[in-house]
Nanobody, 122 residues
């Protein structure tokens, strides 16, 4: 399975971006999908996840601002990011969990995309 993340860029604080992650393979619809991010000098942290059944999970820091969604017909998962803050600046990674619901533990994920840079200017 290959994951290709896109949609990052430079945006002013308060603005919005939508990230996309396109997956190869036939079994996307049963994977748990997640988004993580990593800022320079920090560990990779959980952002949002969606199970194959549509259940969603969010980090407290993004609740109410970010929305994860998926389009199984397009093998794509999205992350809509609104009301962006400078502290949201990071490289964002998408990941796929073959056997589980997709949660906040990065070690549970089997496949990772290459990352897309999000920079929020204050």
């Amino acid at each position: 399975v290959q994951l290709q993340a896109s949609g990052g860029g430079l945006v002013q604080a308060g603005g919005s971006l939508r990230l996309s992650c396109a997956a190869s393979g036939r079994f996307f619809s049963i994977y748990g999908m997640g988004w993580f991010r990593q800022a320079p000098g920090n560990e990779r942290e959980f952002v949002a996840a969606m199970s194959w059944s549509g259940s969603t999970f969010y980090a407290d820091s993004v609740k109410g601002r970010f929305t994860i969604s998926r389009d199984n017909a397009k093998n794509t998962v999205y992350l809509q990011m609104n009301s962006l803050k400078a502290e949201d600046t990071a490289v964002y990674y998408c990941a796929a969990d073959r056997y589980g619901p997709g949660r906040d533990n990065p070690s549970e994920y089997d496949y990772w995309g290459q990352g897309t840079q999000v920079t929020v200017s204050s």
